[in-house]
Each structure stands twice: as C-alpha cells, then as structure tokens.
C-alpha cells in the first residue's frame, strides 16, 4: 500500500540557510500535519493543511512557513535556520473525516 | 486543552513478561486517544486507537489498550513481551476526525533476554 511520502530523509544545512521539506501524502487523503520532533522529545505539531488551505496552527516558528498544492503534497520552507532547528520533521496525512494520521519516515535536519 | 502524561520515560520488563505502559490523559472533550510505536530513525506506526464505542481496543503486534474514563486512564499492555518490542512508545490524545495530535514524552521499552 501507498505510504506518506516525504524528502529530503537528510538535509544538513548552515545557519542562517534556508531549507524546503517536501510531503506526498497517501493519495485521496485531504489532510497533512507537520511535526517537529527534537533529540529525544516527542512529536510537536507545527501546522496542518485540510484540503489546501490552513486548517490548524501549533508551535509554528514565524521563520518557517508551509502549503498545501492543488495536487496535495505540502511544502514546509524553513528561513534563517538555527542550530535549535536540527530535528527529525514529520508530515502525516488521513482521509476525509478520517480518526487516524498515517507518518511518513521523516526528514532528518542538520543544522551545522 | 488537551494533554497526555506518561508515567515512567524507560520501562524494562524480561522476554515472555506482561508490558504494561501508562498513560493518563487530560481533555475538555471525549477525547480520541492513540498508541504509536517508534523504532529508531524511523517514522511513527499506529498500534491502536480509541475514537468511540468499546473500551477496551486491539491493536497490533498483540498490543491492547483500555479506555478508563473513570481513571482517565488509555494503558496499553501486551501479555508476553518479544525482544522485537524494544522500541520508543507514544501515547497522543485528539480532539478528533481531522485535528493534530498531542504527544506524551514518550516511554522507551527495553526487553532483557
């Protein structure tokens, strides 16, 4: 089965950078979350997309902003990164009305 | 707002013994509640959910949760623990269909021979 699709896996990046993290959610799913996991922290939610448009907004730095295309895959662009923005970044998508959200496999930030 | 705790951040059981992870939960609202499970540098699998209806879920892997309202408690437990259940374990609470997850700290599993 079609998984959530995301790339880069690795990106190592220089301060003050700026990086754009790609996602491909599982076909016909019409909402993508983004989250920000730290070394050894749990999962923070960044923002969420529900059929193109905003639908949420969590621990969202302003350097960092994200959207979702006509054909659903999302974009997060990160600007100015810092050494604090090094973290596993996930996108997950789910169905229309759908109670669970499926994880892609993350891309690895390095900021150096 | 809504939030989960997790008690205890490592838990270490013996091969072939019960797994018994906790989590309480704190919500405004019926909540839906979630397990996943991380292995290292890896994504994030659903073990089981709680949306509506019967309280006490299956899920993979022969993991299962109860939902206790009463204790506001979602505990999830596994009868004989597998070495391959080593992993990082996530309990994640919703308002429901469509909102973003809240995440426990998590509890890392370790199973001794």
């Known amino acids: 089965a079609a998984g959530v699709i995301q790339s880069p896996r690795h990106l190592i990046k220089e301060k003050r950078e700026t990086a754009t993290l790609k996602c491909y959610p599982i076909p016909r799913h019409d909402t993508v979350y983004w989250y920000q996991q730290g070394p050894g922290q749990d999962p923070q939610f960044l923002i969420s997309?529900?059929?193109?448009?905003?639908?949420d907004k969590g621990s969202i730095p302003d350097r960092f902003s994200a959207q979702q295309f006509s054909d659903y895959h999302s974009e997060l662009n990160m600007s100015s990164l810092e050494l604090g923005d090094s973290a596993l970044y996930f996108c997950a998508s789910s169905f229309p009305r759908g109670t669970e959200a499926f994880f892609g496999q993350g891309t690895r930030l390095t900021v150096v | 707002a809504q939030s989960v705790t997790q008690l205890g951040s490592h838990v270490s059981v013996s091969e072939g013994a019960l797994v018994l992870l906790r989590c309480n939960y704190s919500s405004s609202v019926p909540p839906y509640l979630f397990w996943y499970v991380q292995y290292p540098n890896q994504g994030l699998q659903l073990l089981l959910k709680?949306?509506?209806?019967?309280?006490l879920v299956k899920g993979i892997n022969g993991f299962e949760a109860e939902f206790k309202k009463s204790e506001t408690s979602f505990h999830l437990t596994k009868p004989s623990a597998h070495m391959s259940d080593a992993a990082e374990y996530f309990c994640a609470v919703s308002l429901g269909s469509g909102y973003a997850l809240n995440f426990g700290k998590g509890t890392s599993l370790l199973v001794t021979p």
């Open positions: 997309f529900y059929e193109k448009m905003q639908s």
């Open positions: 709680y949306t509506t209806g019967a309280t």
